[in-house]
């Protein structure tokens, strides 16, 4: 690699680099690209330290919905600060975990709201609830995972069992109490002639032939559902989770959705399984929460589940805690946003506003080096047909230097924009991206 001059010592990307160990980096990569200093955000904006201005074209990774910087959620969180920053939830209470709990109750159909911070801690609930709910039912040999190949359900070491991606598991290996996967209902699995609905039920009929010699140790199956985000935006029909669903109650195995990517609205629905109208044992929540403004997660689960734990004994009960669970200004955030999910009819708006920009893309995905090119809701992807070892660091810096934030996973290239793009931002998106990918094309024929 050629040898890059190092930011000058006085920068925020200097000191950054001597202070602050980044998520998800290789550091020395950075001796080639320093990283980006952001001063400020607004809508879908972010404000470069050096006055450069950046489309967030995958919303702060996953997290952004309205916009940065939103008023009403900034209003919402000045009011909180001034009532109440926090206070732990074993043995007290307050009116923004309570009112967040009903309205998630009442959005889903399930309940009891159990809060974490972070996504990662959402599935370690939502397992550990699981095991424990068999545990107190009688069943303790139900203590066993299954998930799908390529799923992601984040990366703490309870977490990274379910987690089936190499790079991230790899070196953690021994750690990890890893679950067993069965076969992803991927729709570009798709042999000549057959339907997303085919290899929804080819993957079912695996699971199916799973749980027949698995069910009496296996505790739940955990999927993201409608996209694997993680894995590349890999996208299946509605048709495999109600396929799903009624396996996992034929067998006796809780049915986890991890909506912490896909939930509010990112699929066209408000949570991703509505589509497919079933009704799963866990949800977990976390990312586009509390609008991208600060670390909030929920597991939301059923009556059933919950009145397992619900006994004189104290270690039947769910005896699970973080010092920050149901945090007063997180619960706030989330609140501020489901109300502009009201305000704005922003399922509605956002149905018109998908239309605008896959029209914009339409040069992207009809691109001749463009591979199933697919869109649901607020997302697209398209694989690039391309022998670049690393296409997606390539892309990055060129879709960077054209004022737009796209990180390619592997060579699928996708967009998660916030839900807020005027036609300039629309334009910035889809023109910056295709401009990016011929820069990006370009490189293979000089190398
Ligand atoms: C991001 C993500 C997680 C992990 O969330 P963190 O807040 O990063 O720990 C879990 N599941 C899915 C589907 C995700 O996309």
Same mark, same amino acid.
Request: aromatic share 8%; proline share 6%.
């Given at each position: ?96 975990? =309570?009112?967040?709990?009903?309205? *998630? ?21 939502? %397992? ?33 069992? =379910? ?12 750690? =990890?109490? *890893? ?105 977990? *929540? ?150 990016? %990918? ?10």
């Amino acid at each position: 690699m050629s040898a890059t001059p190092q930011p000058p010592p006085d920068t925020l990307a200097a000191r950054s680099l001597a202070s602050v160990w980044h998520p998800c980096t290789q550091m020395k990569r950075h001796e080639a690209q320093p990283p980006v200093a952001i001063a400020r955000a607004q809508g879908p904006w972010l404000h470069g330290a050096d006055g450069k201005r950046y489309l967030d074209g995958i919303s702060s990774w996953w997290v952004n919905l309205f916009g940065h910087s939103h008023p009403h959620i900034q209003a919402a969180l000045v009011d909180q600060l001034g009532r109440l920053d926090h206070v732990m939830l074993a043995g007290f209470t307050h009116a923004p975990v =309570v009112e967040l709990s009903e309205r *998630l109750a009442a959005l889903t159909g399930l309940g009891h709201a159990f809060y974490g911070s972070d996504g990662a801690a959402a599935t370690e609930i939502a %397992l550990k609830m699981s095991a424990h709910y068999w545990r107190n039912t009688g069943r303790p040999a139900k203590s066993r995972f299954v998930g799908l190949a390529g799923g992601y359900h984040g990366e703490t070491v309870g977490a990274l069992a =379910v987690t089936d991606i190499a790079i991230f598991r790899e070196a953690y290996a021994p750690l =990890v109490r *890893l679950a067993a996967t069965v076969p992803s209902p991927d729709a570009r699995g798709a042999a000549p002639g057959e339907t997303a609905d085919d290899v929804a039920r080819r993957a079912a009929a695996a699971l199916e032939q799973w749980l027949q010699e698995h069910h009496a140790t296996t505790a739940a199956l955990i999927v993201e559902p409608l996209v694997q985000c993680a894995a590349g935006m890999a996208m299946h029909s509605p048709e495999y989770l109600r396929l799903a669903r009624a396996l996992c109650s034929r067998y006796e195995v809780h049915l986890v959705v991890d909506e912490i990517a896909v939930g509010f609205g990112r699929t066209g629905t408000m949570f991703a399984h509505q589509q497919a109208g079933i009704r799963p044992d866990f949800i977990c *929540l976390s990312k586009g929460l509390t609008g991208g403004t600060l670390p909030l997660s929920a597991v939301l689960t059923t009556d059933a589940v919950y009145a397992a734990f619900y006994d004189d004994d104290v270690a039947r009960g769910f005896l699970h805690s973080h010092s920050y669970t149901g945090n007063p200004l997180a619960c706030r955030a989330a609140l501020a946003t489901l109300e502009l999910f009201e305000q704005l009819d922003a399922l509605k708006a956002n149905a018109a506003l998908a239309q605008r920009i896959d029209a914009a893309c339409a040069p992207i995905t009809h691109h001749p080096r463009v591979r199933h090119a697919r869109h649901l809701g607020m997302i697209w992807a398209w694989d690039v047909d391309t022998t670049l070892p690393d296409f997606a660091r390539r892309y990055h810096q060129h879709a960077m230097a054209r004022g737009l934030v796209l990180r390619p996973i592997g060579t699928t290239l996708y967009a998660m924009p916030p839900y807020v793009l005027d036609d300039e931002a629309v334009h910035c998106l889809a023109s910056g991206a295709l401009a990016a %990918l011929d820069a990006t094309l370009k490189e293979e024929t000089h190398r």
